[in-house]
């Protein structure tokens, strides 16, 4: 089984002893002594060792391989000799290949402290061989895993390296898999997360979490965040994979409600944040990948900017399925990839907006006919919100400080909302004082964190029987709902939308309608 494990950079015993009780508590395995900085007493770190609350790693890592240890190789050697001298001994250490490789001295040394095939001590203390490379992937990686693999002491395989892309995470279970070594290997950064969270679902020996957000390599979740969000009890070989796609995303709280939502439905699923650079290239080079990686079960993602329109062109180039009114829209916001392979394009924005809308209202969608629509802004989700409200029937007028952008959108979704007893027209932002809806929809950013004092209709006069429906979700709610409310307008958040875009999106993956009820909780908890 999977060890989580918490990395201490050990000041005192005191402390690190009381770290490693937390870690214990927070549902951690194993614990990984850094002992960089604390090699002024060796008895000490025997004690360190003997007295710790859980089982443990011992490293010093030198400054030469990103640690922090800058002393005498002689000298770290018997730091982590005396780790493996009391009553009670580590159940490994860690060591780089590079030192290991160098010194016949060092191997012998560290020979009578480790378990291998000729040890008749007894010792149970395994050899981790590591290495480590923060700036890429090394372009001898799999030279050196080979040589851990062979080396006579070594019983378990570690190698970490900066993630360029998600793609390394594909190598990284490869080389987890590949091996009758226990084995560790690590993505670091931002793009690397995926080889952390699903290490268990590859069998990997250890993951490394934090407690607080200082870890000791980059990329590192706490364990907070991987036993709570990314369901780290619940992963397995066959857990099915999902993420939010777009850059950036680290700050989508896409993982924190559907990652929610798969444990309320009890479907055996993990959501991660998957940040993918802008370019369709990289797009459709790394979804690709992650489907073709059929070990890795990659079922699905939520897109979001800059990738929405991308999407609709990777699945019409795999000879997918785009629903039709999504490539009218011309952006998806969500893909499937269905049990035979073949991959479906959808967009749950404009049905999360109009729902979003309905049930704010308690009215249905039919009812919404003949509404006069004020929606401000021209981007990718005006352009769901505008194909959603016009097929409804509704009078859209946009409002966009770039007018030939609402231009466009009337040129590209008029006729269908013509069809459909509904019409659209675009005017300048400049206009929007003197108009008189039923309904304002903000569709920029404007009003959002950090510039909460900020709101698209400063000055505008509401009137009480007026809708005002912010897609802005962060903060839920936005100077243009406070202003809008206290001038007696009925109000709907972002926030309503976001459950409302996603819920579709877990029923499509699980076949179990998306508990809504919980995404509002998820969301509140983070806040
Ligand atoms: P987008 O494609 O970048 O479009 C942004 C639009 O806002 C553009 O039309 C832009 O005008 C206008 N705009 C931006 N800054 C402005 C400013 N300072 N003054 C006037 N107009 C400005 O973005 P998007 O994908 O449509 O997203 C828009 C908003 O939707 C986001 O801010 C987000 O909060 C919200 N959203 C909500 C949900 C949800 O589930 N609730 C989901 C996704 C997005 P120009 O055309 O002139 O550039």
Request: negative net charge; contains cysteine.
């Amino acid at each position: 089984m999977t060890k989580l494990t918490v990395p201490i950079m050990v000041q005192n015993i005191e402390h690190a002893h009381s770290y490693a009780a937390k870690a214990a508590e927070a549902g951690a395995d194993l614990v990984e002594y850094r002992i960089d900085l604390f090699t002024e007493d060796a008895k000490a770190v025997t004690e360190l060792v003997v007295e710790s609350p859980l089982p443990c790693i011992v490293t010093c890592r030198p400054t030469w391989e990103g640690g922090l240890y800058d002393g005498d190789e002689d000298a770290r050697i018997a730091f982590l000799e005396h780790a493996c001298v009391g009553v009670r001994k580590p159940a490994y250490i860690d060591l780089e290949l590079v030192a290991y490789e160098r010194s016949a001295n060092l191997r012998l040394k560290i020979k009578g402290v480790v378990d291998h095939a000729e040890q008749v001590k007894g010792i149970d203390t395994g050899l981790i061989l590591s290495s480590h490379d923060f700036e890429g992937r090394p372009k001898d990686l799999l030279q050196r895993v080979a040589k851990m693999a062979e080396a006579e002491l070594g019983r378990v395989i570690k190698v970490a390296w900066a993630a360029k892309s998600l793609r390394d995470n594909l190598e990284a279970f490869e080389i987890v898999q590949g091996n009758y070594k226990p084995t560790i290997a690590l993505c670091m950064g931002e793009h690397g997360l995926a080889s952390r969270v699903l290490a268990k679902k590859f069998g990997a020996l250890l993951t490394f979490a934090t407690l607080s957000d200082e870890g000791t390599a980059p990329g590192q979740p706490t364990v907070q965040a991987i036993k709570h969000v990314y369901r780290w009890d619940k992963l397995n070989e066959k857990t099915k994979v999902y993420g939010v796609i777009g850059e950036p995303v680290g700050h989508s709280l896409s993982p924190v409600i559907h990652n929610a939502g798969f444990e309320a439905v009890n479907f055996d699923g993990v959501y991660l944040p998957m940040p993918i650079e802008k370019s369709y290239e990289s797009f459709k080079a790394t979804v690709g990948s992650w489907i073709d990686q059929k070990d890795l079960d990659f079922k699905g993602a939520s897109v979001t900017i800059p990738h929405k329109e991308n999407l609709i062109r990777f699945v019409k180039e795999m000879d997918g399925e785009v629903e039709p009114l999504t490539e009218q829209i011309g952006a998806a916001n969500t893909l499937a990839v269905r049990d035979d392979g073949s991959l479906y394009a959808c967009n749950t924005d404009y049905a999360g907006a109009l729902d979003a809308v309905c049930g704010g209202l308690g009215i249905l969608r039919d009812d919404l006919a003949g509404k006069s629509i004020g929606l401000i802004g021209a981007g990718g989700v005006a352009r769901a919100i505008i194909a959603g409200f016009g097929g409804q029937g509704c009078d859209v007028q946009i409002y966009n400080r770039t007018m030939s952008k609402g231009e466009i959108l009337v040129e590209e979704l008029g006729v269908y909302a013509i069809d459909r007893g509904g019409s659209i027209i675009a005017a300048g932002l400049d206009k929007l004082m003197q108009s008189d809806c039923d309904v304002y929809i903000n569709c920029t950013p404007i009003g959002m964190l950090p510039k909460i004092d900020a709101s698209p209709m400063e000055g505008f006069a509401f009137k009480q029987n007026m809708i005002v429906f912010d897609t802005i979700y962060n903060p839920a709610e936005t100077k243009l709902l406070k202003d809008a409310k206290a001038a007696g307008c009925k109000t709907i958040s972002g926030m309503d939308m976001f459950v409302n875009q996603a819920a579709p999106q877990l029923e499509l993956w699980t076949g179990q309608a998306g508990p809504m009820d919980v995404f509002r909780e998820a969301l509140k908890n983070k806040r």
